[in-house]
């Protein structure tokens, strides 16, 4: 009998996979985390900890009080602060064992570390483990790792270098505790700290002149301000910040001025090329800020025209990077198609599904080929609807609507290809509706640092579709996809794979992961039982369409968000506005404050959910 094409993705058992769990150590600690948003760091590293045998409970917090409730609630053994913008309390660092996670070298300092690595054009960066101190990131130094940048924005490097070597060093300074261990005196006269006190980095010198910055630094200012907080910028007499920066480098015009537009995103010139930002956010008179938007529609709800012609890319053209602005695009090599999606922060608007959609059938149309790679792109696959294009609507419950119908229409074309083995390659992390998405692919492969987080419900109850109610149960059960899309938890590759969720987790780095993925995809699409995949696939789908049609279930799916959307209850449109306002969401860590303390919020906590 013909090998099933899932023991050809997973050969043998293999730890890099997620095949094999970590040793748990000997004797767990109860630890707590102190976090400002539980962030794709923040996870990542729960995970990493809990699979060590670690009890970790997350406390969103914003305040010193907050923080001593917590503490106080808790009684950890040991406290981690993966993401902290607030000062931990004396009372709590003089009395609790307090590492720190700071995204820089030995004896950097300051809170605008990754933006001065970007802006200094440094070639080398670090992540140190340290101890809470009276002086802020000048405590006794537990672990570190040192990393290669990447020409890139500091949210990225953030998601990939940073995470990837603040695990490494978390895990080597619990092992030191746990070894009786002491940590090195942080010391400026060894010639192996590099770092050094650096002060916040203010718009001021964030500031462009276009009149006479040349590309390479306006890139270079964007990159350094990705996520938080963008460089402060002027268009048309009203105050944005720039978010989304690429190079351009085949038109031209008058340094400064919107040139071009493409896919919402603008083009503007500068004194010696040209570039694409994709996101803005507007600051009006007085300070106050509103959220993020692609460009085109920031600027238009604040009442400018984009005079400017649409000039779009080709999809499928073998275009270098760096030579402009591309969201979607298609590539093929040794008969596998590569489709490329790389939407900011992972958000999918109505026109976004629409266009990959179309972008789909384009490579469902190929012959040349026997598979399709869905790749996502390497920050994030997909995180579902956009939150933030909903809100910005005219009626946010209607885009709400057309947006959850546009992303089910790309669900539907990829459950129903019967003409290729299709793959969902997740480089980057992916949640909520994000999640299905990628297991409408007959098989989902992943980054092994990748985190999921497959649940709707924080988002005011927010049912959800995606086909979610047929894919997740199809390859891990009615109970175990409950316990996914009830609970606020996220999961690691290696729990993934071994309840079924992904079929295989390789590659410590982006390019160990696409390199390895490429060689399985080829391996794929040359096998001499691709006929017989084809063939199976094509019987398991028409079984399960004659027990269950898909449109009964989007049907379904579809009805329950409908009063979500609709309803009486603004839960959902609640949660929504918290959410793209900043002003946190519901987080599932209780707290149950002690009366003495007076504090306001004792049973739960609140967070920003989303990335750095």
């Given at each position: 009998?013909?090998?099933?094409l899932?023991?050809?993705?997973?050969?043998?058992?293999?730890?890099?996979?997620g095949?094999?769990?970590?040793r748990?150590?000997?004797?767990?600690?109860?630890?707590?985390?102190?976090?400002?948003?539980?962030?794709?760091?923040?996870?990542?590293?729960?995970?990493?900890?809990?699979?060590?045998?670690?009890?970790?409970t997350?406390?969103?917090?914003?305040?010193?009080?907050?923080?001593?409730?917590?503490?106080?609630?808790?009684?950890?053994?040991l406290?981690?602060c993966?993401?902290?913008?607030?000062?931990?309390?004396?009372?709590?660092?003089?009395?609790?064992?307090?590492?720190?996670?700071?995204?820089?070298?030995?004896?950097?300092?300051?809170?605008?570390?990754?933006?001065?690595?970007?802006?200094?054009?440094?070639a080398?960066?670090?992540?140190?483990?340290?101890?809470?101190?009276?002086?802020?990131?000048?405590?006794?130094?537990?672990?570190?790792?040192?990393?290669?940048?990447?020409?890139?924005?500091?949210?990225?490097?953030?998601?990939?270098?940073?995470?990837?070597?603040?695990?490494?060093?978390?895990?080597?300074?619990?092992?030191?505790?746990?070894?009786?261990?002491a940590?090195?005196?942080?010391?400026?006269?060894?010639?192996?700290?590099?770092?050094?006190?650096?002060?916040?980095?203010?718009?001021?010198?964030?500031?462009?002149?276009?009149?006479?910055?040349a590309?390479?630094?306006?890139?270079?200012k964007?990159?350094?301000?990705?996520?938080?907080?963008?460089?402060?910028?002027?268009?048309?007499?009203?105050?944005?910040?720039?978010?989304?920066?690429?190079?351009?480098?085949?038109?031209?015009?008058?340094?400064?001025?919107?040139?071009?537009?493409?896919s919402?995103a603008?083009?503007?010139?500068?004194?010696?090329?040209?570039?694409?930002?994709?996101?803005?956010?507007?600051?009006d008179?007085?300070?106050?800020?509103?959220?993020?938007?692609?460009?085109?529609?920031?600027?238009?709800?604040?009442?400018?025209?984009?005079?400017?012609?649409?000039?779009?890319?080709?999809?499928?053209?073998?275009?270098?990077?760096?030579?402009?602005?591309?969201?979607?695009?298609?590539?093929?090599?040794?008969?596998?198609?590569?489709?490329?999606?790389?939407?900011?922060?992972?958000?999918?608007?109505?026109?976004?599904?629409?266009?990959?959609?179309?972008?789909?059938?384009?490579?469902?149309?190929?012959?040349?080929?026997?598979?399709?790679?869905?790749?996502g792109?390497?920050?994030?696959?997909?995180?579902?609807?956009?939150?933030n294009?909903?809100?910005?609507?005219?009626?946010?419950?209607?885009?709400?609507?057309?947006?959850?119908?546009?992303?089910?229409?790309?669900?539907?074309?990829?459950?129903?290809?019967?003409?290729h083995?299709?793959i969902?390659?997740?480089?980057?992390?992916?949640?909520?509706?994000?999640?299905?998405?990628?297991?409408?692919?007959?098989?989902?492969?992943?980054?092994?640092?990748?985190?999921?987080?497959?649940?709707?419900?924080?988002?005011?109850?927010?049912?959800?579709?995606?086909?979610?109610?047929?894919?997740?149960?199809?390859?891990?059960?009615?109970?175990?996809?409950?316990?996914?899309?009830?609970?606020?938890?996220?999961i690691?590759?290696?729990?993934?794979?071994?309840?079924?969720?992904?079929?295989?987790?390789?590659?410590?780095?982006?390019?160990?992961?696409?390199?390895?993925l490429?060689?399985?995809?080829?391996?794929?699409?040359?096998?001499?039982?691709?006929?017989?995949?084809?063939?199976?696939?094509?019987?398991?789908r028409?079984?399960?369409e004659?027990?269950?049609?898909?449109?009964?279930?989007?049907?379904?799916?579809?009805?329950?968000?409908?009063?979500?959307?609709?309803g009486?209850?603004?839960?959902?449109?609640?949660?929504?506005?918290?959410?793209?306002y900043?002003?946190?969401?519901?987080?599932?860590?209780?707290?149950?404050?002690?009366?003495?303390?007076?504090?306001?919020?004792?049973h739960?906590?609140?967070?920003?959910?989303?990335?750095?």
């Amino acid at each position: 009998m013909p090998p099933n094409l899932t023991d050809v993705l997973r050969r043998s058992p293999n730890p890099l996979r997620g095949d094999v769990p970590p040793r748990p150590v000997a004797g767990g600690m109860r630890v707590l985390f102190l976090v400002t948003a539980h962030n794709s760091l923040s996870q990542r590293a729960q995970i990493a900890l809990t699979e060590l045998g670690h009890e970790v409970t997350v406390a969103v917090v914003d305040s010193g009080e907050a923080m001593e409730a917590a503490v106080a609630a808790h009684r950890p053994e040991l406290i981690v602060c993966p993401i902290l913008k607030t000062f931990i309390p004396e009372s709590i660092w003089a009395n609790h064992r307090c590492l720190i996670v700071h995204p820089g070298p030995r004896g950097d300092r300051g809170p605008s570390s990754l933006d001065w690595a970007i802006e200094d054009g440094m070639a080398e960066w670090g992540v140190t483990v340290l101890e809470a101190a009276e002086e802020a990131d000048a405590g006794d130094i537990w672990a570190t790792r040192n990393f290669r940048t990447r020409a890139v924005g500091k949210s990225s490097l953030y998601r990939h270098e940073v995470r990837r070597g603040a695990i490494e060093a978390l895990v080597e300074a619990l092992g030191k505790l746990a070894d009786g261990d002491a940590p090195e005196p942080l010391n400026y006269d060894d010639p192996t700290v590099t770092g050094r006190l650096r002060p916040l980095m203010k718009q001021d010198y964030r500031a462009i002149d276009w009149s006479t910055d040349a590309t390479s630094a306006i890139v270079r200012k964007i990159r350094a301000a990705e996520g938080h907080p963008g460089v402060l910028d002027d268009i048309g007499g009203t105050a944005f910040h720039l978010f989304g920066v690429h190079r351009e480098e085949g038109l031209r015009g008058r340094p400064g001025e919107i040139i071009a537009q493409r896919s919402d995103a603008i083009c503007r010139a500068t004194v010696d090329g040209a570039v694409w930002i994709t996101h803005l956010k507007r600051r009006d008179a007085d300070g106050q800020s509103f959220f993020k938007l692609p460009a085109t529609r920031a600027l238009a709800l604040a009442g400018h025209t984009v005079d400017a012609p649409e000039i779009p890319a080709p999809l499928h053209a073998p275009i270098p990077d760096g030579h402009t602005y591309r969201d979607i695009w298609y590539e093929e090599d040794a008969g596998v198609g590569y489709l490329h999606f790389d939407f900011y922060n992972g958000a999918m608007s109505t026109e976004h599904c629409r266009r990959l959609r179309e972008a789909y059938l384009y490579a469902r149309s190929r012959r040349e080929t026997n598979v399709i790679v869905l790749m996502g792109g390497p920050d994030f696959f997909s995180n579902g609807i956009h939150l933030n294009v909903i809100e910005a609507a005219p009626d946010p419950a209607e885009e709400s609507w057309y947006n959850l119908h546009a992303i089910d229409d790309v669900v539907r074309e990829v459950v129903e290809t019967d003409s290729h083995v299709v793959i969902a390659a997740l480089q980057g992390d992916a949640a909520a509706g994000g999640v299905p998405f990628a297991l409408a692919a007959d098989h989902v492969v992943a980054r092994e640092d990748v985190v999921l987080n497959p649940y709707y419900q924080h988002m005011g109850g927010l049912y959800g579709s995606e086909y979610w109610t047929y894919l997740l149960p199809r390859r891990v059960g009615a109970g175990m996809t409950a316990e996914l899309t009830s609970t606020f938890t996220a999961i690691g590759t290696r729990r993934a794979v071994e309840i079924g969720l992904i079929d295989s987790a390789f590659g410590e780095s982006l390019e160990s992961f696409r390199a390895q993925l490429r060689g399985l995809a080829a391996r794929l699409a040359r096998h001499p039982d691709l006929p017989h995949w084809l063939e199976s696939k094509r019987r398991d789908r028409a079984r399960d369409e004659q027990i269950k049609p898909l449109s009964t279930y989007r049907s379904e799916e579809l009805a329950r968000s409908h009063e979500c959307f609709f309803g009486a209850d603004r839960a959902y449109h609640e949660a929504r506005r918290r959410f793209v306002y900043k002003l946190g969401a519901p987080c599932a860590v209780p707290v149950v404050a002690p009366a003495a303390t007076g504090w306001d919020e004792p049973h739960e906590l609140r967070h920003a959910a989303g990335g750095h």
